[in-house]
């Protein structure tokens, strides 16, 4: 019997979640090794420089640039509010004046007296990172961030859009494989992350976020509907940062397809915890993954919770889904991995697998199109 190692989406309801918390540029880290955060707390902060705003002084004097030495009102390092007077000449014995103003506010960085323009820096931006789980810091990365860990129950999707937010989990369908109606979406879905079945449209999922819903987890929704939802088409960059007010994750692919009812039933065991989510997705180079994070306290049980991982040893009969057409998305288990390579149409020499879907298909599709749906 022939094995692999490959990449799978985790759908476990006892795992060790670990997420890093890392600022984009140096800054100074605001938490302890194990101190226990909650989603909304900062963990680290830094200030990225304003940009400068350069005000042409003797154009505005009509001087040449040697001349304005005793007309300006301020210096590097000043403290100046928009509009405030910069520089200032006075003409036929004072009865005409020029003047300089500053066009925003900031602090005064340069003045060059070759070219007589001066630089106003605008105030630095601040830059928050928050924890995004309730957990523990595990490490910090000195003027970095951390690593915040903790365990609970984790769902990976195969593509999602939206931000990170945090919610309560409402589970919405009765079915894994019914579709959202505008019926099932309750008349006030402030601050839950609503659990569908097999699909949503554009105008349910509309309704949801129009209602407060922060989140929404479906089998899959229309790639035309997506793209409307988004306000453009998505590409192959990491997705995560669109504005949309509800951030939606899809567990199983593009089109009407019911949630895995292993899935959906985790869910149903899970309605009503607090719950982080994320729709960032990156299918390329660097995988991310859209997920769902729901912490728990296994501290009275009897098992101990297994530490997510993004892989799995591959074998006849693990859950796998296809994760390239013409199978995108669909579900199956693997009855076969032939040791042998086999040629493709682009002449690539690749091993496969055969595998049957959950639709009865016996397919055979390369181990690299393939992803362990890991539990």
Known sequence: MGSAYTPGLAVSARAVVDKVRRLPIKGQVLVQVGQTVSPEDPVARAELAGDVETVRIAEALGLEPSELGDKLRVKPGDRVEENQLLAEARFLFGLMKSEARATTSGTVDFFSAVTGHMGIRKPPIPIEVKAY?????????????????????????????????????????????????????????????????????????????????????????????????????IGVAVTGQENVPTTLVLTEGFGSMPMAARTFELFLSLAGRECSLS?????????????????????????????????????????????????????????????????????????????????????????????????
């Not at 919610?167 to 992350?193: F, H, M, Q, W, Y």
């Open 133 to 233: 789980i309730r957990g523990r810091v595990k490490e910090v990365l000195a003027g970095e961030g951390v690593i915040i860990e903790t365990t609970g129950a984790l769902v990976q999707g195969i593509f999602g859009v939206g931000p990170e937010r945090v919610g309560r989990i409402s589970v919405v369908a009765k079915r894994p494989d019914e579709e959202l109606t505008e019926g099932a979406i309750p008349p006030d879905c402030r601050g839950l992350v609503l659990v569908g079945g097999s699909s949503v449209s554009l105008q349910v999922l509309r309704l949801a976020a129009s209602r407060g819903a922060v989140g929404m987890v479906v089998g899959g929704i229309q790639d035309a509907a997506l793209t409307e939802y988004v306000g453009r088409r």
């Open 279 to 375: 729709g960032a997705t990156q299918i390329r180079a660097g995988v991310l993954r859209p997920e769902v994070v729901v912490p728990i306290d296994f501290s009275e049980g009897a098992v101990g919770a297994a530490r997510a991982g993004g892989g799995g040893e591959l074998n006849v009969g693990t859950p796998i889904r296809v994760i390239r057409v013409p199978y995108f998305g669909m579900l199956g288990n693997v009855t076969a991995l032939p040791p042998e390579l086999v040629t493709l149409e682009s002449g690539s020499h690749v091993r496969v697998l055969k595998a049957k879907l959950a639709d009865g298909r016996e397919v055979t599709v390369p181990r690299a199109n393939v992803e362990i749906i890991a539990g």
